[in-house]
């Protein structure tokens, strides 16, 4: 099993940046893909960003494209969310999940972390 845990949500005003962190136990992640999902209230939950497991290839939504940047550390088994240029719309709780096991399936997922962009 796995577990993650994602950290560094909060509350900031639009145009700042946050950096988010998912830090995985119970065994390596680092040949596995993980990825950043997202879900605003009332929504469904939306993909942001997924890293292949040596962080060489990275995909992201057109949403966050240029202004967020997906990376990892696998000798800490985390994965990190730069979020730059934030907007209100960016608003949401945010999920890690690691191993893909199809398009946007995968069989670990974080609790969430909340962030909050202020107009």
């Known amino acids: 099993q796995v577990q993650l845990v994602e950290s560094g949500g909060g509350l900031v005003q639009a145009g700042d940046s946050l950096r988010l962190s998912c830090t995985a136990s119970g065994r390596t992640v680092s040949g596995n893909t993980m990825a950043w999902f997202r879900q605003a209230p009332g929504k469904e939950r939306e993909f942001v960003a997924r890293?292949?497991?040596?962080?060489?290839?990275?995909y992201y939504s057109d949403s966050v494209k240029g202004r967020f940047t997906i990376s990892r550390d696998n000798a800490k088994n985390t994965a990190f969310l730069q979020m730059n240029m934030l907007k209100p719309e960016d608003t949401a709780v945010y999920y890690c999940a690691a191993v893909q096991t199809s398009a946007d399936l995968y069989a670990y997922w974080g609790q969430g972390t909340q962030v909050t962009v202020s107009s």
């Open positions: 890293i292949n497991r040596n962080g060489l290839v990275t």
